[in-house]
């Protein structure tokens, strides 16, 4: 298994500030995900990180809204850039593990923006 | 395009009674994975139970059984012997095992609400 951190836990910005979100691990994973759980809603798979080079996007985001970095195989960031109140939600880090199956996730940041 | 389907928003369960919770999905991969997590309202998301497609035995993990049923593409969670503590939401989720993104495609969840 992985025992996965996120810092912060939660939050309340302002509109039009930025917000970055860290994810930690405890052990080499190979896969790192994050994902958005918007209010009363499923989990929505932001992009992948990859380790040393751009990240995956999935349809209808974007890098200069979510910038992520991975410099290594333990800790990545997202960043929420110039917030509005729609960007309130749950993010989530997610891992695999190499010698698994599974899919872990963070105990996930709440963000409120006002 | 994978999907998952969970048709029931909410549930209720009298203590110590056993719940299933369906699930059912889209593919047309061969190779994939099925998983159910639970999210209590503190928000993270706990993993509960892995079937893969592959796998002939249905899943257990302690009071967590997953039984699958490929021909009819289900995958529900039964929990038996309910807990108070299972009051939570619970998504179904699935991976294509053959791509190297390991992307999982969630259901919109059920509330299983457990009353003593």
């Known amino acids: 298994s992985a025992v996965i951190s996120q810092k912060p836990s939660r939050d309340i910005c302002q509109r039009g500030t930025s917000l970055t979100i860290q994810c930690q691990v405890d052990s080499q994973v190979t896969m790192m995900f994050w994902y958005r759980q918007q209010p009363g809603q499923s989990l929505t798979l932001i992009a992948t990180?990859?380790?040393?080079?751009?990240?995956?996007?999935e349809s209808g985001f974007v890098i200069d809204k979510f910038p992520i970095s991975r410099p290594n195989l333990t800790f990545s960031t997202l960043t929420v850039s110039n917030m509005s109140p729609e960007d309130s939600s749950i993010y989530l880090c997610?891992?695999?593990?190499?010698?698994?199956?599974?899919?872990?996730f963070g105990p996930g940041t709440r963000l409120l923006v006002l | 395009a994978q999907k998952i389907t969970q048709t029931q928003p909410g549930m209720f369960v009298q203590e110590k009674e056993a719940v299933t919770l369906d699930c059912t999905y889209d593919t047309s991969d061969q190779s994939y994975g099925l998983f159910w997590y639970k999210q209590p309202s503190s928000g993270e998301m706990i993993f509960l139970i892995y079937?893969?497609?592959?796998?002939?035995q249905n899943a257990t993990e302690g009071r967590y059984s997953l039984n699958f049923q490929k021909a009819r593409k289900s995958a529900n969670l039964v929990i038996s012997a309910s807990q108070l503590g299972d009051s939570a939401m619970y998504f179904c989720?699935?991976?294509?095992?053959?791509?190297?993104?390991?992307?999982?495609?969630f259901g919109t969840g059920t509330r299983l609400l457990v009353s003593p």
């Open positions: 989720a699935m991976r294509d095992m053959n791509t190297g993104f390991q992307k999982l495609v």
């Open positions: 079937q893969g497609s592959y796998d002939e």
């Open positions: 997610s891992v695999v593990v190499s010698s698994e199956e599974t899919q872990y």
């Open positions: 990180a990859n380790q040393g080079s751009e990240a995956t996007y």
